[in-house]
């Protein structure tokens, strides 16, 4: 995108570029999707009616979200297109995939729904799986690159792929969505583009290894064991991986801040590394499989750290990845693509707490998915603004207008134009952030509560110009 374009799109307006492709056979449909998008984008946290600027846009919403003609796979198409365009040239990405769930406690209406959590919570509501796009270089979320919708009926054993607007897909099994996912994401890189696959605990199954190992030409993996599952080492010997890994020759010590759950802030850990290479053996009670796979083992563990009832308990990884394990720089580089994980998690944060989905009350699944298609979109452009407004060598126009940069010029005339770090860090104060030097990186919420402020400002900005 030149500057010039970036210049008049600002962040709404890039959110609005994102589904300039959207192909539903009638190009008023693709209007709508834009129109929406740059609504939505501008107040990603507001009901539909507050969001819209007239009583005929929000109908216009509505309606849109009702169309038979709207398949949400198709609004995220228009979204990996305009991805893959800004992935040319790149050479390696990260994939990571999750799932969430989506819970709808107050909505109405259960029509289309799962069920989800425990049998004893008796809730309705969606898996979502997605996998998204991530620079290994600068930790920089690109974009969704594949979303399944899964529902879960207990009663019958079986899950299923809402499928947009098609008939529902059943899955095998639920370990299904990883391979998928997987396969789905990497066949929409532009060509030269290597993926790397970033899973957590979820995806240690053997058919999982198996497909990214042989089904993906090119491909490699770091996945999180939850297994202590039978291995065959180096020397021939059978062992099981978890305890195996605990014997590994010792590669160098490093420190790491680790993200903790919930509210609780991150802190740092000491971590002993270690590392060494083995052979997954196929379970015996799988027929189908019949040969090992060969990984290379990270195992990762926090020193001197005791049990505190007010964190997380001490780090212990063992990663299992194809990538070079052999000296301490490039299993530390195997540890930052698994930390890399926490992007998925900071978007589904934005999702439900940025954009409030599980708030949206359309009468069907079927609307709802179209509506979370969106906002997925959106809870990206969310994060990005927080990267842009950290970097140093990205233009303040890539993601503000020429209003937004005239009010922020006016209550802060030392800003420049090199780089987009100190606009962020006005848009941050502007949104309560203290910037004090003891203080961390502003984070997502308070950005994005900066930049409304902005915003409206800015529009006072153009009605007195005008």
Not at 23 to 38: S, V
Not at 128 to 149: E, K, N
Not at 337 to 342: A, F, G, H, V
Not at 354 to 360: L, N
Request: include cysteine.
């Amino acid at each position: 995108m030149s500057t010039a374009t970036s210049r008049r799109l600002g962040t709404s307006g890039s959110i609005r570029a994102e589904f300039r492709a959207a192909d539903f056979g009638d190009k008023r449909l693709t209007n709508r999707l834009q129109q929406i998008g740059q609504a939505l984008g501008s107040a990603p946290a507001e009901s539909i009616p507050n969001a819209c600027e007239n009583w005929a846009s929000v109908k216009g919403t509505y309606r849109f979200c009702d169309n038979e003609s709207v398949d949400p796979k198709e609004v995220l198409s228009a979204h990996e297109q305009a991805q893959r365009l800004r992935l040319t040239g790149v050479g390696e990405l990260l994939l990571i995939s999750d799932t969430t769930h989506l819970t709808f406690p107050s909505h109405p209406s259960k029509e289309g729904l799962g069920e989800v959590g425990t049998d004893e919570m008796d809730l309705e509501g969606v898996k979502v799986h997605s996998t998204i796009g991530v620079l290994p270089t600068t930790g920089q979320m690109t974009g969704i690159l594949d979303q399944q919708a899964l529902l879960e009926d207990r009663e019958k054993g079986r899950v299923y792929d809402s499928n947009g607007r098609g008939k529902p897909t059943g899955l095998e099994s639920e370990r299904e969505k990883w391979i998928r996912g997987d396969r789905r994401a990497s066949s929409g890189l532009p060509e030269g583009v290597r993926p790397i696959f970033v899973h957590d605990r979820g995806a240690d199954a053997f058919p999982v290894f198996r497909k990214l190992r042989s089904g993906i030409a090119d491909g490699g993996f770091v996945v999180r064991a939850n297994q202590n599952r039978c291995i065959r080492t180096a020397d021939g010997q059978e062992a099981r991986l978890l305890d195996w890994s605990k014997t590994l020759p010792g590669k160098g010590r490093t420190r790491i801040r680790i993200q903790q759950g919930g509210d609780r802030e991150s802190r740092e850990a000491v971590l002993s590394v270690k590392s060494g290479t083995c052979e997954l053996l196929p379970p015996k009670n799988d027929p189908s499989e019949k040969d090992p796979v060969e990984v290379n083992v990270v195992r990762i563990e926090e020193i001197g750290e005791e049990e505190d009832p007010g964190q997380e308990g001490p780090v212990q990884w063992v990663l299992l990845t194809t990538e070079p394990t052999d000296d301490f720089k490039k299993a530390l580089t195997v540890i930052d693509y698994y930390r890399t994980r926490w992007r998925i998690e900071e978007w589904h944060k934005a999702l439900k707490t940025g954009c409030q989905v599980e708030d949206r009350q359309l009468q069907t699944w079927e609307r709802m998915e179209v509506l979370l298609s969106i906002f997925s979109v959106i809870a990206w452009k969310v994060l990005q603004l927080r990267h842009l407004a950290r970097g140093k060598h990205v233009p303040p126009d890539f993601f503000l207008t020429d209003a937004e940069r005239a009010v922020l010029k006016e209550k802060y005339p030392e800003l420049g134009s090199e780089g987009s770090g100190d606009w962020g860090i006005a848009i941050a104060k502007i949104g309560g952030y203290l910037d004090r030097s003891s203080d961390p990186p502003p984070g997502w919420q308070t950005l994005w509560k900066g930049l409304k402020k902005v915003q409206t400002w800015a529009e006072g900005y153009r009605i007195r110009a005008s």
